[in-house]
Structure formats: structure tokens, C-alpha cells
């Protein structure tokens, strides 16, 4: 049973992308999440570690009023307020605060004004650092994820890629107003907490992102690569009663689990009274973000993937002229 398929083959030529001059890092999106909030705030402080040859990031705390109250959201989720309709709808009083803070986040750094933005999450579940984009077609991205993956220094936590598949038109998120960008998810962690690990984990990744894109500013040449990647087929809600209560628990053999291969037959569910539920697909797969803390609302316990192979063609930066597009 084979669960790896090849999805794109190769192209022959480079991609040229211009370079990468204004860089935006979002912390606190959802204002319990710690990692990203604390970075944000300390780097809002003190931005001197943002500075690159080449360019300066800027700290932004998306969702301030969330953090201030150490809590997901204020009236909605802030991370599903990019869609085209909510952005462009007429703006009135009564809107939630998110769809308010989104149109104007959108105006500061959407509209591709901002060449790359960083979203800073973290997840309940086990999901190491995860390195999660809506697409495939934004080939920098994906270069940044393989120097992150390829960076000895990032080893004191699997990092995988994963991607949610939809069309940048159909997009609800945050991390699809920046021309480029990548989403991390770090974890597990509870709502709430600072773990040094996930902080220092999350802070490294950052800090190795910023030196991908100053050196591809120089001008440095990226490789064709062939990658592996978690694609999301569907989500799994909890067994719920004629109430609408959740009647099964995610199983202890699938609890911390994510990325490992789920196999059919495997249980997945059990019942306050011990009675296993057992996966019935028909293939290997790989759930994620298994019993994650925000998805109980969302009706969500695991979101399975499947593992794809990517082949990814070689980064050139694009030369503006005869100048390398920024100034020594
Ligand atoms: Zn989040």
C-alpha cells in the first residue's frame, strides 16, 4: 500500500521572483497562543534581531485586544476573516472586531504591499513545527521551508510541510494578504502557556527565515529540490449524540500521534464505556492536528492528510535593471 504519489514534475527552468523588501512577522492572530504573542511583543520592544543586511522585518501583534484578554478571539476568528467577501464588504459599526482588525491589516500589508509575511501559531496538538501554506504555487515560500527543514540548527524539532490546497482566491486566511508567506504552527502547547521549547523552537524559525530571504536578496541561487508534503484531504469530526454531544473521544493509540501513518482498522475513537471506533478508510493516512484545543468548536478532531512528493524548481532572484533591487 502506497500512500506516496508524485504530484508536479519538475520544471526545466529557474523561477525568478524580484526581492523580498518588506517582511511582516504576525504574532498573536489568536491571542492565547503564546509563542507568536511573546515573540511579537518582545520584538515590537526591541527589533534589533529583525534586521538584515538587506531589509528590516516588522513585528506586528495581529490580533491585540485577543491578547490583552489571553484569548482565541474577541467576536470571530480572526484567521478566517481574509476572505474577498468579508474584506471588501461595506463597512459598518456593528461589524465584529476581527472583521474590523482584518480590513485593516489588509490595508497596512495587503494588497501585496508587504513581499512576505510570516504568521506565528501554535497548536495543542503534536505537530512539531509545521510549515503550513494554502498553496503550492508560491515557489519562494517553498524555499524557505526546505532552508528551514536543510538548517542544522532547526533539528531540535521535526519540521514538515503541509498545505491546505485552496486557491489564494477562495483564501480566508491571514497569511495570503503578503505576496509570499508561510504560516508556522508550533506544538504542542497549551492555550495560555509559554513552553521555552516551542518558543525557542518558533524564534529559531524565524530567525533562519529572515536569513533565507537576505540571502536570496543577494542574490544567491536556490537549487530545483524534491520535497515531501502533508496535503489535507478531509476533517474528521467527533461521534456526537442525537444532542449534538461528542459521544468519543480521540483513542489514546491515535493521541499525540500526528503524521504518523494511520492505517485502516486502526482505532481512532473510544466511547466513555471503552468501545474502540476504528478508522474505515480504504488507505494510509496521516492525520494532524489530532485533538487540537481551538477545533472542538469547529466541529474538528483530526484533520487527515495524505504525503505527497513535490518537486519544487530552482529560485533566481529576478534583477531589476542592472541592481540587485536594494541598496548596499
Ligand atoms: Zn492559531
Known amino acids: 500500500m502506497t500512500s506516496i504519489k508524485l504530484v508536479k514534475e519538475v520544471m526545466s527552468s529557474p523561477t525568478r521572483c524580484s526581492p523580498v523588501s518588506r517582511v511582516v512577522i504576525f504574532g498573536g492572530t489568536h491571542g492565547n497562543e503564546m509563542s ?12 534589533s534581531e529583525l534586521h538584515r543586511k538587506t531589509f528590516m522585518a516588522e513585528p506586528c501583534l495581529a490580533n491585540p485586544l485577543a491578547v490583552e484578554k489571553c484569548v482565541r478571539y474577541i467576536d470571530r476568528d480572526l484567521n478566517r476573516c481574509f476572505s474577498h467577501e468579508v474584506l471588501s464588504s461595506p463597512e459598518s459599526e456593528s461589524d465584529p472586531y476581527e472583521v474590523k482588525r482584518a480590513r485593516e491589516l489588509n490595508q497596512i ?3 501585496h504591499l508587504f513581499d512576505f509575511v510570516f504568521d506565528l501559531h501554535n497548536t495543542t496538538s503534536n505537530m512539531g513545527a509545521t510549515l503550513l501554506r494554502c498553496s503550492n504555487d508560491d515557489i519562494l515560500s517553498m524555499h524557505l521551508a526546505n532552508y528551514l527543514q536543510s538548517s542544522s540548527g532547526n533539528q531540535s524539532m521535526p519540521c514538515y510541510n503541509y498545505i491546505i490546497d485552496i486557491p489564494k482566491k477562495d483564501s480566508i486566511y491571514l497569511q495570503n494578504i503578503g505576496k509570499h508567506s508561510l504560516c508556522l504552527e508550533v506544538g504542542p502547547q497549551p492555550q495560555g ?10 524564534r529559531e524559525l524565524v ?3 529572515l536569513d533565507f530571504i537576505d ?14 508534503m502533508y496535503r489535507v484531504l478531509s476533517r474528521v469530526d467527533y461521534p456526537r449524540d442525537s444532542t449534538g454531544d461528542i459521544s468519543a473521544f480521540v483513542h489514546n493509540g491515535l493521541q499525540d500521534k500526528d503524521y504518523v501513518p494511520l492505517k485502516p482498522g486502526d482505532p481512532i475513537f473510544t466511547t466513555i464505556n471503552g468501545e474502540d471506533l476504528l478508522y474505515d478508510g480504504e488507505t494510509v493516512v496521516y492525520p494532524t492536528f489530532i485533538n487540537e484545543a481551538a477545533y472542538y468548536e469547529k466541529k474538528v ?3 487527515l492528510t495524505e504525503k505527497v512528493s513535490w518537486k519544487v524548481p ?6 531589476l535593471g542592472d541592481h540587485l533591487g536594494y541598496s548596499k
Open 109 to 111: 500589508y495587503g494588497s
Open 301 to 303: 478532531a483530526f484533520i
Open 314 to 319: 530552482a529560485l533566481k532572484l529576478e534583477i
Open 36 to 47: 507568536g504573542v511573546t515573540l511579537a511583543k518582545h520584538w515590537l520592544k526591541d527589533p
Open 215 to 228: 540571502l536570496f536578496n543577494q542574490g544567491k541561487e536556490f537549487p530545483s529540490f524534491e520535497t515531501d
Open 193 to 202: 502557556v509559554i513552553r521555552a521549547d516551542a518558543l525557542s523552537s518558533m
Open 207 to 209: 530567525n533562519c527565515g
